[in-house]
């Protein structure tokens, strides 16, 4: 029997895929599913979207979904009902793939009575002990009691199995795109448009730095903001999901309009995946910046990391273990202290000082970088080995 794609499926048992992160604005909760699914694996999602859509549709490849809209108690509880549908659809001898807190809180109820073997958890996001007590408790007897377990960065998982009293260490699955993942060229067009939003065009000492998000005190958004203002005119910065509505976004154009920087500042709303990877692929330096408030933030392995060197641009990022060793391992950009806006400025001119000849260079090299070495396939066996462990009979 033909599977999804056309081809022989790798094997009979289906692997139903749950997150409760959007593929549409995160799509990192949802990659081991889109590697498996794109490799002749059974895989059938649920996820965040309108229920009359029955497919996960990304460029690197489409899949079946159900989806749910989410929000709130009635959300969780459409949750719950859609993870329902798929066990009586696909039964329990399906691998049911769990990611992240609001998906294991589904889960709980939705696969109660389930041979744990067949159940793997994956945290992509790490839960704060003692933040979120009501989804601590129920990831933790989650976790606990899945088959396997995974983490998206080594001290995390480390921490994870500390915290929760796990009986191994998780494995790691870094938040990474895969190598297929199909990145736009550099356009012009596209940085000429964003320029031209704040009335300006471009030119050889303009640099477009990229926050890769919008306005948050998480981010270290203020201290960016004071480091803007020590730049050169020429600097300017690109602020996404910045809708006029939002409390963090009216807080973030008061001190944009404070600092005299409205004309040094985009402000972008939400885009959809490609649109703002587009951004990105436009751009000259993206911002990792994380405050050091705990765990999570401290061990961080954002998804963004890829999304940007696969768009060719270096990153200035938080000097914490993590992205130290794969920024200086890789040569991906530069470190700051992320709370120092005089950190951060110096950081962004070391990045911003190549002229547009090296900087073409420098995109070709990141990219590559990112194919051969630190894309989602370098490590995609430890999935496959997830599914195996899953897959085995009794």
């Not at 477009?208 to 910065?237: K, M, N, Q, W």
Request: glycine share 8%; net charge positive; charged share 25%.
């Amino acid at each position: 029997m033909k599977g999804w794609r056309g081809v022989e499926p790798r094997t009979r048992r289906h692997i139903v895929y749950v997150t409760a992160a959007d593929p549409d604005r995160s799509v990192v909760a949802s990659v081991p599913g889109l590697w498996l699914a794109k490799n002749g694996y059974r895989v059938h999602f649920v996820i965040p979207g309108d229920p009359s859509n029955a497919t996960l549709s990304t460029p690197y490849v489409s899949a079946p979904a159900y989806h749910v809209r989410l929000g709130g108690m009635a959300g969780l509880g459409r949750f719950v009902k859609t993870l329902l549908r798929a066990r009586l659809r696909f039964g329990s001898g399906a691998v049911y793939w769990i990611t992240g807190c609001v998906s294991a809180l589904a889960a709980s109820f939705a696969l109660a009575g389930m041979s744990r073997k067949r159940i793997i958890y994956y945290n992509c996001d790490f839960l704060e002990p003692g933040r979120h007590p009501f989804f601590e408790y129920f990831e933790r007897s989650f976790a606990r009691g899945a088959g396997s377990v995974a983490s998206n960065e080594p001290n995390r998982a480390r921490c994870m199995a500390s915290i929760y009293g796990l009986s191994s260490v998780p494995v790691v699955l870094e938040s990474r795109l895969p190598a297929e993942w199909p990145f736009p060229d550099y356009n012009p067009v596209e940085r000429t448009r964003l320029l031209s939003m704040i009335g300006l065009s471009d030119s050889e000492d303009v640099r477009l730095i990229v926050a890769g998000g919008g306005f948050s005190r998480l981010r270290c958004s203020e201290e960016l903001l004071s480091a803007l203002r020590d730049l050169p005119e020429t600097y300017i910065l690109v602020f996404s999901g910045m809708p006029s509505h939002d409390e963090s976004s009216c807080e973030g154009r008061v001190m944009i309009s404070r600092l005299g920087l409205t004309r040094r500042v985009v402000c972008l709303p939400y885009l959809p995946r490609e649109d703002l990877i587009r951004t990105f692929a436009a751009s000259d330096i993206g911002m990792l910046l994380y405050r050091n408030d705990g765990i999570g933030n401290y061990y961080q392995g954002p998804g963004r990391l890829t999304e940007y060197i696969g768009s060719g641009i270096p990153y200035v990022a938080s000097d914490f273990p993590g992205l130290r060793t794969v920024t200086l391992e890789h040569s991906l950009g530069a470190l700051c202290k992320a709370e120092s806006a005089t950190d951060i400025a110096a950081a962004i001119l070391l990045l911003g000082q190549k002229n547009s000849s090296e900087r073409m260079q420098e995109r070709q090299r990141l990219r590559r970088a990112f194919r051969k070495e630190l894309s989602f396939d370098r490590q995609a066996s430890r999935a496959e080995e997830l599914f195996r462990q899953a897959d085995k009979d009794d």
